[in-house]
């Protein structure tokens, strides 16, 4: 059993398109990141929380403590969002990894 | 540019010989976190340093080990490799605090090492 899974794993949409990547875990964690690798295999931190809402752009993470579960969406999506995105939750001394869901955007 | 570097980029050697990856961490930032990602294992997280001492041991095989330097850059020494050793290693860093509570990690470039 994963301690993180993500949903779904690949995602072709046009762009314009709504997005919506979730994130559900089974551990205990106090934050839950999401992170996107770009093609050329960067990997750079979208979003660090822990509890509501956060946004940034045309990006927004939302988390469910109590529920253990993590959305985050891409409004307005744009061929450059192309990517993978992970979500990680850390738990004690280790960090549990998604998947992955890699993301096409087609113009 | 996260401010994190990596070196090398690209390393190529044989089974049984033994690396190192270098990281520098963004100035200032006292934590340094090494990560492995490989095509059939994902993401996985290697062992985590604050302020020169061992603060958080993920997956580390003991082939590995690690430490964090008193002017704050890390190297990652892999040995006896493996074919299976072949991934991207990334570092990265963030502020740091005593508590150990969570932090935005920024990511170097990563290094990537093929065992031939």
């Known amino acids: 059993k994963n301690e993180v899974e993500q949903s779904p794993q690949n995602l072709t949409a046009q762009e314009g398109e709504f997005i919506t990547i979730n994130c559900s875990y089974s551990v205990g964690i106090s934050a839950l990141h999401w992170l996107q690798q770009h093609p050329g295999g960067g990997i750079v931190s979208l979003f660090m929380l822990s509890s509501g809402k956060k946004k940034h752009g045309r990006l927004i993470a939302t988390i469910n403590i109590q529920e253990k579960h993590s959305s985050l969406h891409i409004t307005a999506s744009h061929p450059r969002d192309s990517a993978v995105y992970i979500c990680a939750a850390p738990t004690g001394n280790q960090f549990y990894f998604g998947t992955g869901t890699s993301l096409t955007v087609i113009p | 540019d996260s401010g994190v570097t990596q070196t090398p980029k690209h390393l190529i050697t044989a089974t049984g010989q033994r690396v190192t990856l270098r990281c520098s961490p963004r100035s200032g930032d006292l934590s340094v976190y090494w990560y492995q990602q490989s095509l059939d294992q994902g993401l996985q997280f290697l062992i985590q340093?604050?302020?020169?001492?061992?603060?958080a041991k993920g997956n580390i095989l003991e082939r590995f080990s690690a430490q964090q330097f008193p002017d704050l850059h890390s190297e990652l020494n892999l040995s006896s490799l493996e074919l299976g050793d072949s991934a991207l290693y990334f570092c990265a860093s963030s502020v740091g605090n005593r508590r150990g509570d969570q932090e935005t990690q920024y990511f170097g470039p990563g290094t990537r090492l093929l065992v031939l």
């Open positions: 340093y604050y302020n020169g001492e061992e603060r």
